[in-house]
């Protein structure tokens, strides 16, 4: 089981910038990947950037510039450094977790924390 709890969430002018926080219950680096995904109202979740043990990064082309995935391992924390701020980035954001073995796939997800982008 791996508990994740976000925060950093607000509300920001356009092109302003944000960083969320995703605080796992276990230690990271025994996490395959660490990921933010993100989801409008009426919209599909969608991934937003993924982050594994290894250091191997994935941004959505949308993101991509734009935001950074990292990660604190003595702090069992992972941020999401969001800058250049649009509209469209208004989303309740979700940390995403994916354990994997040779047999077996798990998946949590995090509460999620809203963003909101706007004048």
């Known amino acids: 089981q791996v508990q994740l709890v976000e925060s950093g969430g607000g509300l920001v002018q356009p092109g302003g910038s944000l960083r969320l926080s995703c605080a796992a219950s276990?230690?990271?680096?025994?996490?395959?990947?660490m990921g933010w995904y993100r989801q409008a109202p009426g919209k599909r979740r969608e991934l937003v950037a993924t982050?594994?043990?290894?250091?191997?990064?994935t941004y959505a082309d949308s993101v991509k510039g734009r935001f950074t995935i990292s990660r604190d391992n003595t702090k069992n924390t992972v941020y999401l450094q969001m800058n250049s701020l649009k509209p469209e980035d208004t989303a309740n954001y979700y940390c995403?977790?994916?354990?994997?073995?040779?047999?077996?796939?798990?998946?949590?997800w995090g509460k999620g924390t809203l963003v909101t982008v706007s004048t």
């Open positions: 982050l594994t043990s290894g250091g191997t990064t």
């Open positions: 995403n977790a994916v354990t994997l073995t040779t047999t077996s796939v798990m998946d949590y």
């Open positions: 276990r230690s990271i680096s025994s996490i395959n990947t």
